[in-house]
Every structure is written in C-alpha cells, then in structure tokens.
C-alpha cells in the first residue's frame, strides 16, 4: 500500500525503561492528551497510561486543532486506517513502536480516527494517543455515542480478507494485507445507524467446534470473556458504560461448514447439533445475564455448503429461547444471489460485505428499537 505524501514518520524517541507514552517527545503535547480520546473497544490499560487490545475493528477517535496529528503505535503485527474528518489519509502497515504524523493539514480543528483493520489474537497491540504538531493541540475527546451495537462472530464477522477481490490472496500480500475490519457488515452498519459498535470476532471458529474440527480443546467460548486475546484467563470488566441495544451473533459457520473428520468427538451431524444448541442457549443466557432484559439479540445464520443444519439449528434456538419468554432474541438469516465470494478463499468481499450490511440495516429498522 502506498503511503500517502501527507503521512511522515518522526523517530520515536525512547529510553531502556520508558513507557510507549511516556516516549513520545513532543514540545506541543499537553499534560494528560494521550487519555483525549473515546474507543467502545476492549481494551486494557498499561502502567504507562497507553492501552493493550487484540479484538479486530477497534477504533480510537480523537479531536485536535492545528496542521497535522501523531498517532502513537507499538505494533508490528497489525495493520491500522487513519481517517481525518471522516476520509481516509493513510493506511499503517505493521507500525511497529513508532509515532506515525499526517502533516500539511488546515489549520483548523479536526477529527481524527484510527481503526484496526486485522485480527491478532496471538499478540496485543499498544496505543499510547494522539499528539499534535508544534502550534496545536489536542482537543476534549469526543462524546460516545447513545447507540451501541455489539457484533460477535467468527470470520465473515472479521471482514476476513474482504479486500482482496480475489480468492487466492497468499500472492497478493496474504491474508492479513487483504482484511479491514472497517469495511465489515458490521462496522458499516454501526456506522449507518451513528452507534459505537465492537466487533467481538474471531476467525476459523465456532461454538462448539472450530473450522475443519481444529484445536478440538478450544472454541469461540474459550475467549470471548476476554480483553486480550493471547492471555489465558483474562477477563474483561464490562464497564457500566457499555451496554448495547443490539447483539448480533454469528456463530455456527465454523461448526458446519466442513464434514466431521474420523476422530472428533461428534460422530453423527445430529450429535454436533444437540451439542450446538446446548452451547448455544447457554451462550445467550450468558448475554442476556451480561445485558439485561431490554437487549435485542439478533442470532444470524447464513449459507453453508453441503448441509442446512446451521440455519436449522439457530432457528429451533431462537424459538426455544421465544418459547421460554425471551422475546427478544430474533433469527435473522441473510443470503443474496449477488454475493461474490470474492474475499480470501471464498469469503465475503467488501461488496457482499456492503450487501450484508443493508440486509441487516433492513433487518434492524423492523424492531422495535428505542434508541
């Protein structure tokens, strides 16, 4: 991806013991700017006041006035948008421990986002906040949003390499190079709809069993409580501030979309089902517990090839889960003759990602939400 001629590097000046923010030399950063900006994400803080994530799609906004804007990064497995007032000025590849500058701007007040395009569930990015450029400053952070939707999921949920236009990306920089969360169903609804939004979203599995039957002792369940992905047992406090009037669940494309292989512990569809639906009214209770009564929770489903189980399957979920007094956890399938598949091995491209979206949007005007 080419850099942008308004994106410069400064050196990230640092010292053997310094923090990530505390490096950042700068004459114009005011005391307590790196806390100036709002994130919905998941994120944990270090001593040295930056913060620790591993969920896709998360984003960081900020305000400033002056010519130009630092983001401080240190990140080298991840590739990171840097919008200003709503367009995007240039794409991050794998920063590394670096404060990255867009220069040459109005000098006025703007906005700027930063969001996390790939998944890095192995390793924890840091963000250590935005500076200005000599002569500004950083502005009182933006406000959240009332709206908040909340999107769980496995890779069609990722935006898994929808940018590629091609299925075999492994020449064209790979899978990584190829995905941008930004550009998801869900990120591209949230963003319609003007609500803050997490994509909770981890490629390859399912909720009980994991793409082709693979690490058979671990499943979407394994991580989702937590903040950072590669830390076993960490939890993420959900702070009274997050509490979404929509969760969109999409879980089950990995549990079915592959034959069951000799040895797993399944040895019929009909047993992965029952183990499906157990998994699965046990993760809604979890959700309705964590958000209470009002929450819509929208249990998708979608096409997969060689069975009908899944779409089967979430369905007698969401009408047990009626039945039981639960109204308002809905079934929404979603499918359309104009999806290409055009995303790394056969997923969604940003197209089918954009249709996905306005099927939902279709979908959500249809409930009686009250935001």
């Keep these: 991806m080419q850099t942008p001629r308004h994106l410069s590097r400064r050196t990230l000046v640092t010292a053997a013991t310094a ?6 030399a700068s004459p114009s950063q005011a005391s307590g700017a790196r ?58 590849v794998t920063p590394g421990r670096n404060t990255s500058w867009i220069d040459d701007l109005p000098d006025t007040e703007h906005a700027v986002r930063l969001v996390k395009r790939t998944e ?52 064209n920089g790979g899978v990584n190079r190829n995905s941008d969360a930004d550009l998801a ?16 979203a981890y490629s390859g599995l399912g909720m009980v ?10 499943d979407f369940r394994t991580y989702y409580d937590r903040a950072l992905l590669n830390v076993e047992g960490d939890v993420w406090r959900t702070p009274h501030t997050w509490r979404p009037q929509v969760v969109v669940v999409g879980l089950g494309i990995n549990d079915f979309s592959t034959p069951l292989n000799q040895g797993e512990r399944w040895t019929t569809e009909e047993a992965l089902v029952a ?40 369905q007698r979920i969401v009408q047990e889960r009626n039945r039981r007094g639960d109204n308002r956890v809905r079934y929404w399938y979603y499918d359309d003759p ?34």
């Excluded at 406000?143 to 075999?168: C, H, K, L, M, W």
């Excluded at 069993?209 to 671990?218: F, I, Q």
């Excluded at 958000?291 to 399957?313: L, M, N």
Aim: proline share 4%; glycine share 12%.
């Design 19 to 24: 923090g990530l923010v505390a490096a950042v």
């Design 120 to 171: 890095s569930p192995w390793a924890a990015g840091r963000f250590g906040g935005f500076v200005a450029a000599p002569g500004g400053a950083i502005l009182a952070r933006p406000r959240p949003r009332s709206r908040q939707i909340e999107f769980i999921g496995d890779s069609f949920t990722a935006g898994y390499g929808n940018v590629s236009g091609t299925r075999d990306c492994s020449g």
């Design 209 to 218: 069993r994991n793409y082709n039957g693979s690490s058979p002792d671990a």
């Design 35 to 92: 806390a100036r900006f709002h994130t919905a994400g998941r994120i944990k803080k270090t001593v040295h006041g930056a913060v620790q994530y591993t969920w896709p799609g998360i984003y960081f906004e900020g305000r400033f006035r002056g010519t130009g804007v630092g983001i401080v990064l240190d990140d080298s497995d991840n590739d990171y948008d840097v919008q200003i007032d709503g367009t995007t000025l240039a794409t991050l």
């Design 338 to 371: 104009d999806l290409d598949r055009l995303g790394c091995d056969w997923h969604p491209s940003v197209k089918d990602h954009r249709i996905i979206s306005g099927l939902l949007n279709n979908y959500l005007a249809a409930l009686p939400l009250r935001w």
């Design 275 to 314: 183990a499906y639906e157990t998994a699965y009214q046990s993760f809604l209770a979890k959700l309705r517990a964590r958000y209470g009564p009002k929450t819509f929770i929208v249990v998708s489903a979608t096409y997969v090839s060689h069975t009908t189980a899944f779409a089967q399957a979430t």
């Design 185 to 200: 169903f869900g990120a591209l609804t949230a963003r319609s709809l003007g609500a803050d939004y997490q994509i909770n």
